[in-house]
């Protein structure tokens, strides 16, 4: 059974595109943007919220940066708990019109907390140059990996593009083409470690024609990539994939079904896909598969749902989170308790 909590809701604001990080301690930090709206980014802010009682109840929402009023505003920001304990946020900050396409207007931003979430840093900029960053990867050798997408001049497709450090951040290698293919919109990816030196980024595809996710392999710690293959999530946007303690691989997404709701009604849809190590590794979509639970509906006529982050207990227990419109006036965050039992009937039940 899913449960569900409500980690912020703020009637005067909209609060959307949510991400959540387990430190050492057990304590949940979420973190979000407030905005004036999703289509309007006259003000924004980053704020977080914390729960010690594994997402049941949360703390008052606090700031991490400055509020915005205009160009150089704040976009989508991602949390990661480094080996060392630390918490690191990333965000882009954006210095453009929508029209504008050129990526130095994309900037992205570290700010970290060695103390659980209390306190913060002073934002630190990165050479990464793009939108809608994924999480600060941590690979097992140390080497981080800072990944967002923007458009190819030429083409006016969307590219996915990774910058990595192999000494902390002080200094970084980049940019290197993750995903980029003529026709296909490949952005917002979420980059898994698989084994060894082999990682699998899974994409959005963002042509609203409802096309599958995309996902690319690369053998040499993302140094260089494959070219996209087509892989069972349809409709997929916004993918966040992880590793569930029992070896299974977990991707939540929004599903976005295209055709007039591109322009309309948007989305209404949160889903969570449960595949595997050969699936992710397969060369061609007839090889992999994936199992798809609904994690929510929005029931608003404005419906605008389906950036997620999730994180798991150590006994099972996932915990995911969520913007959505829904019985509010304007965008909440949401919380999600479940375990991979969800997914399943026991063959007594079947």
Known sequence: MIERFTVSRDDTIYEAFPDVALTPSGTLVCVFAECTHHGDRSYTRIMATTSTDRGRTWS???????????IGYYNCPRITTLSDGRLVVIVDKIYATGEDRNPDCYRNLLIFSDDGGVTWSEAVETPARGIVPDRLLELADGRWILSCHTTEPASRNLVQRLWYSDDQGATWTGPVIVGQQPGLNLCEASILPVEGQTLVAFHRENSGKSWDCFKTI????????????????????????????????????????????????????????????????????????????????????????????????????????????????????RGYALQVQDFLLSPKEG
Not at 60 to 70: D, I, N, V
Not at 231 to 246: N, S, T
Not at 293 to 306: E, H, I, K, N, Y
């Open 60 to 70: 008052a929402k606090y700031p991490l940066t400055e509020a915005t009023h205009g």
């Open 218 to 333: 690369s053998y040499d710690n993302g140094a260089s990539w494959s070219a996209p293959i087509a892989f069972p999530l349809p409709a997929c946007h916004r993918p966040v994939a992880g590793w569930l303690r029992d070896g299974q691989i977990l991707i939540t997404h929004r599903f976005m079904q295209g055709g007039k709701g591109w322009t309309g009604w948007w989305t209404q849809n949160l889903f969570a896909g449960l595949t595997d190590r050969e699936s992710a590794l397969a060369p061609s979509r007839e090889e992999a598969h994936t199992r798809i639970l609904p994690l929510d509906f929005d029931r608003s006529m404005q419906s605008d749902t389906g950036y997620s982050g999730w994180v798991q207990f150590e006994d099972g227990e996932i915990y995911v989170v969520n913007y959505i419109l829904d019985d509010a006036p304007k965008a909440q965050i």
